[in-house]
């Protein structure tokens, strides 16, 4: 009974500053982004696409729901963390929703593309908040809570589970269209996290988020992740400091080396990242005045290691930044010419500039 009653009793301290986010699109812009020309259909197609039309959910404004996901308040005047990719979607208005049913404004304060954060901002005062919490002594078996907006249809729903793995890897979509990206030492659960959880909190007996849910695996069974909260902890310590949340910037384009793209480029080392450009007219491999262009980089180097661990498809050179700050100070193993030399190289701050978001008026 009393483990129950942890349960029940860190539902009720997290539930209120848990929030919905509604993304929703004009008519006009969810025809424009249809992968086919509605005039080109026949009679009976388009009637009936023009009734499924007719039959999706609208927001008070008549704008089309398109998705949704959740997220958490962290501070009493309305700041709240979620994923990037809840955010991702162009051309649409976010609506944030409450456990009391008030709708706000929003405002994207700024993002973290590598680990898949974002920042937002409503205005009020005294609202409820969650603690954030550690991941860092997590243990395999301990009981967490997922809390959010299942399926962007059912909000406040909670699954409870144990945590089933740490440290994972995983390569997740970030939208419809296809779109992917690596995420990096998740928390893995069996607590149920489901599309439209997204961005909201995993928490501990103790009511303190220790994670953010972020992906699922599709077609599994109870396999979910979470970002460590301590992500977000430095992303609100760059906000802190900085006004915004800054990422090491060394400024190359480059492709990960494996056995198939050796023999393609007729190379004797299978392994790095292979320094090119993308093929496209008038774009540069390295980025002028950039970290690599003043530590001497060029095209068509391989960068083999960092810091004398060695660049793989499972351990690419993004996941070593990922592992630095700006200022950092970084040894390059590269192979040009057939020889190996090394390099130091800094890293810049690359800003990332706030996409605006459309707000909806409540």
């Known amino acids: 009974m009393d483990y129950q009653n942890q349960i029940i ?3 009720k301290d997290v ?9 929703s699109k004009n008519l006009e812009d969810v025809t424009k982004e249809l992968p086919f020309d509605p005039t080109t259909l026949n009679p009976y197609d388009r009637a009936m696409l023009e009734d499924k039309i007719a ?29 990037k990719h809840v955010m991702s979607e162009p051309h649409a208005s976010y609506t944030v929703l409450v456990l009391n049913g008030k709708k706000y404004d929003t405002k994207l304060i700024s993002y973290d593309q590598i680990n898949d954060i974002a920042l937002l901002k409503i205005e009020d005062k005294d609202l409820p908040t969650v603690k954030l919490g550690s991941s860092q002594d997590l243990e395999l078996g ?10 962007g249809e059912f909000a406040n729903s909670v699954s409870t589970g144990v945590v089933s793995g740490l440290s ?16 990096r030492g998740l928390i893995q659960t069996d ?48 906000i802190k400091k900085f006004g915004h949340i ?29 320094i090119l450009n993308e093929g496209v007219p008038g774009d540069r491999a390295i980025v002028p005045q950039s970290p ?40 390059l193993k590269v192979f040009r010419g057939g020889k190996e030399i090394s390099t130091n190289i800094t890293l810049e701050e690359f800003a990332i500039p706030a996409p605006k978001l459309k707000a909806f008026n409540a």
């Open 246 to 274: 800054r990422r090491p910037f060394v400024g190359v384009r480059y492709i990960i080396l494996n056995k198939a793209l050796q023999a393609h480029f007729r190379l004797p080392i299978d392994h790095g990242a292979l």
């Open 55 to 83: 039959h999706t959910p609208r927001d008070e404004n008549g704008r089309i729901k398109v998705g949704g996901g959740s997220g958490f308040l962290i501070s009493s005047d309305g700041l709240i963390l979620t994923n």
């Open 168 to 183: 994972r890897l995983i390569t997740a979509m970030t939208d419809f269209k296809g779109n992917q990206e690596r995420l």
């Open 15 to 23: 539930l209120p500053a848990v929030v919905s986010i509604v993304v």
């Open 142 to 151: 301990q009981t967490v809570i997922a809390i959010g907006n299942a399926l």
């Open 292 to 331: 690599a262009d003043k530590a001497g980089l060029k095209e068509f180097d391989v960068i083999t290691a960092c810091n004398d661990k060695n660049i793989t498809e499972e351990d690419t050179f993004e996941d070593h930044l990922s592992q630095h700050q700006v200022g950092d100070v970084l040894e």
């Open 9 to 11: 009793n860190s539902i």
């Open 191 to 238: 607590a149920a996290i489901n599309p439209g959880n997204s961005g909201g909190p995993l928490i501990n007996l103790k009511g303190e988020a220790i994670g953010i849910n972020a992906a699922v695996i599709f077609g599994a069974q109870n396999i979910g992740f979470a970002i460590p909260i301590e992500r977000a902890k430095k992303d609100l310590e760059d």
